[in-house]
């Protein structure tokens, strides 16, 4: 299937699909109310990104 | 009298529903979402069976290690078990993978990861439908 090939993302692209895709499944499976799903899933989110782009920012020093 | 009929039907109603449970739980591993749709959650049904299909679809379209359960050491071992908690969607994984995997570049990596907590969450979801099913969880 030529679909095996046809994905290619930049380290930020494959962050933030992780990052959307785990927040959202957690918001669902945690809380009950749409609105608090989203909150949930906002929150996740913006932790998600926040510590990913944390630990990139602590470890730039020691890539070379 | 009645208080010893009820007395006797409790267990029994217990071991049903505990047996159902089971069956919940492994039905939402096998088939991401059908342990919630199961129990007519509709909404964190349609939520795991996308998530769940989409880690796949994407990890295993980035190349990363579909692992088989003829692994070289513990790692490759415990790869398996992750990726085989996806369920049935292992077998997708497995055929989108005709190329094989590409570990060379970050982006197989990336995919390896992605079908790794494919699993994970769909493990997650499915003993959430569990205890759901057991009453323990809303």
């Known amino acids: 299937m030529t679909t095996a090939t046809a994905i290619?993302?930049?380290?930020?692209?494959?962050?933030?699909l992780f990052a959307l895709v785990i927040s959202v499944a957690f918001g669902f499976l945690s809380r009950r109310q749409p609105i608090e799903r989203v909150k949930y899933i906002a929150?996740?989110?913006?932790?998600?990104?926040?510590?990913?782009?944390?630990?990139?920012?602590?470890?730039?020093?020691?890539?070379r | 009298m009645a208080d010893e009929t009820s007395a006797r039907a409790a267990p029994s109603r217990d071991s049903k529903r505990e047996?159902?449970?089971?069956?919940?739980?492994?039905?939402?591993?096998?088939?991401?979402?059908?342990?919630?749709?199961?129990?007519?959650?509709?909404?964190?049904?349609?939520?795991?069976?996308?998530?769940v299909g989409l880690l796949v679809i994407v990890g295993a379209g980035m190349r990363g290690n579909v692992f088989s359960s003829r692994g070289n050491d513990a790692f490759d071992s415990l790869g398996f078990l992750a990726d085989?908690?996806?369920?049935?969607?292992?077998?997708?994984?497995?055929?989108?993978?005709?190329?094989g995997p590409d570990v060379s570049h970050a982006g197989g990596d990336y995919g390896t990861r992605f079908l790794a907590a494919a699993g994970v969450l769909n493990l997650l979801a499915a003993l959430h439908a569990y205890e759901a099913a057991r009453g323990r969880k809303a």
């Open chain 1, 8 to 16: 290619k993302l930049s380290h930020l692209q494959a962050m933030l």
């Open chain 1, 43 to 63: 929150w996740s989110l913006f932790l998600f990104l926040l510590i990913g782009v944390g630990i990139a920012w602590a470890m730039a020093p020691f890539s």
């Open chain 2, 84 to 99: 085989l908690g996806t369920g049935t969607f292992y077998l997708v994984a497995r055929s989108l993978e005709s190329n």
């Open chain 2, 19 to 51: 047996a159902m449970a089971y069956f919940i739980g492994v039905a939402g591993w096998l088939v991401p979402g059908l342990g919630h749709a199961l129990l007519k959650m509709w909404g964190r049904a349609v939520a795991c069976f996308l998530t």
